[in-house]
């Protein structure tokens, strides 16, 4: 490849010198640096690394993986190279979007969907695809360039989001989407809508994610068809006043960025994807962020039974059916996890040896002892004071010094010594 361009580079070379035209030269000189650019890519695609066929804990720097399985060493994922099966679509690749596609790429993803119909250049999902792709090989790669609220965008955002994952053809479940989560990353309400309709006829749940006009709050919403509320049961106030939100854009004026406030809600996004779709931690039904206090409101939003969303309500329908077995499998699951938690030790490893007793035998064993008694393995080499008064109490005879003067102990001392 690089020899062919740099052939073509001569050609052009030579071409510009015999052009009289100095606009064709202009024209040539512009293909000219399409070629070094497209040789530039060629060649930083050429360092990149090789695909890695599974993960592994190994602590190497060839292992661009054993950070985040020692996740699954820490006991906080059960088991991280579940990550390759699934698949994740992100609606809208800007500040938000983009973010977040980096984040899940380094993690590991196994599948993601990019949908943008916005130009950089070149497409947005085509350079996003282009710049992911370097940062992890391992994860496959798919760029939609179209608009998702026209009638036939719609058509192809349907179809590719009930594409099954060629790594998980089979399901066990009853959605009838190809993939696991849909970000929504989008900045209008009219995108939402769509997204929000998209999941609703295909059971499929989303996380809408949105920063504020003036780019200093922001907030992430887990929606699940039947189960929350839909994007539709609670619609803004401008939105429900009837209020077209194409009028709201005054000529001359834009929405703030702020990249601060752009990546700690991608973060947070991103965080609710990994604990729902590894199944650790609790992911926040709404999870709001106000940069200017660090305040983090938190609620919940049931489903409206009135939604203006038909689809919605057949997903309340189904959901209020399924209720009751729901319900009575996940009180047999934590009951037995409760019993298997009940039986097993807390510690498997105990270095110090260390060990749980009774109370009562604490007490048995801080009872007072009898200050003669002596430690296990020692002997008196003389009598106790007890036995030698027992042995007195039993008729054996004692010396009394009021029985015998000096004197007469001084000679019976001179007879033992003369013998």
Request: glycine share 6%; charged share 25%; with cysteine.
């Amino acid at each position: 490849m690089d020899t062919e361009l740099r052939s073509l580079l001569e050609d052009i070379e030579a071409l510009k010198g015999s052009l009289p035209d100095a606009s064709h030269r202009d024209s040539m000189a512009k293909i000219e640096e399409r070629v070094v650019k497209i040789m530039s890519i060629t060649k930083a695609g050429t360092s990149r690394r090789s695909k890695v066929k599974a993960m592994s804990a190994e602590v190497v720097d060839s292992n661009p993986y054993s950070r985040l399985m020692a996740l699954q060493r820490m006991g906080i994922v059960e088991n991280y190279e579940r990550i390759r099966d699934f698949s994740v679509a992100i609606v809208g690749i800007g500040g938000v979007g983009s973010v977040s596609a980096e984040m899940l790429t380094r993690c590991g993803i196994g599948r993601l969907l990019l949908y943008d119909y916005d130009t950089v250049g070149m497409t947005k999902t085509d350079a996003a695809v282009q710049t992911l792709s370097e940062i992890n090989p391992d994860v496959v790669l798919e760029s939609y360039s179209l608009n998702i609220t026209t009638v036939k965008g719609f058509e192809v955002f349907m179809e590719s989001l009930r594409r099954q994952n060629p790594k998980n053809s089979v399901r066990d479940d009853a959605r009838s989407a190809g993939v696991d989560l849909v970000l929504s990353c989008v900045d209008n309400y009219e995108a939402r809508m769509v997204v929000n309709q998209a999941c609703n006829e295909l059971n499929q749940t989303w996380i809408e994610s949105g920063v504020s006009e003036d780019a200093v709050s922001g907030h992430i919403q887990l929606l699940i068809p039947g189960e929350t509320a839909c994007f539709a049961c609670a619609p803004p106030l401008v939105v429900a006043s009837g209020v077209d939100e194409r009028t709201l854009k005054r000529e001359g004026v834009c929405a703030a960025s702020l990249p601060t406030t752009m990546g700690v809600v991608a973060g947070l996004l991103v965080q609710n994807a990994l604990k729902f779709l590894l199944k650790f931690g609790e992911v926040s039904p709404y999870l709001g962020y106000n940069s200017l206090k660090d305040y983090f409101p938190t609620m919940e939003m049931k489903p409206n039974p009135q939604c203006s969303n038909s689809a919605c309500l057949e997903r309340q329908k189904e959901y209020l059916l399924a209720k009751p077995v729901r319900d009575a499998l996940a009180k047999a699951k934590n009951e037995a996890e409760a019993s298997r938690e009940n039986e097993s030790p807390l510690h498997m490893e105990n270095e110090w040896n260390i060990s749980v007793v009774d109370d009562s035998e604490m007490e048995t064993f801080n009872a007072p002892k009898d200050s003669d008694e002596l430690p296990e393995g020692l002997t008196r080499e003389l009598p106790s004071a007890d036995k030698h008064q027992e042995a007195a109490a039993l008729g054996g005879t004692s010396i009394s010094s009021n029985d015998v003067d000096l004197e007469e102990l001084q000679r019976q001392l001179d007879a033992l010594n003369a013998s």
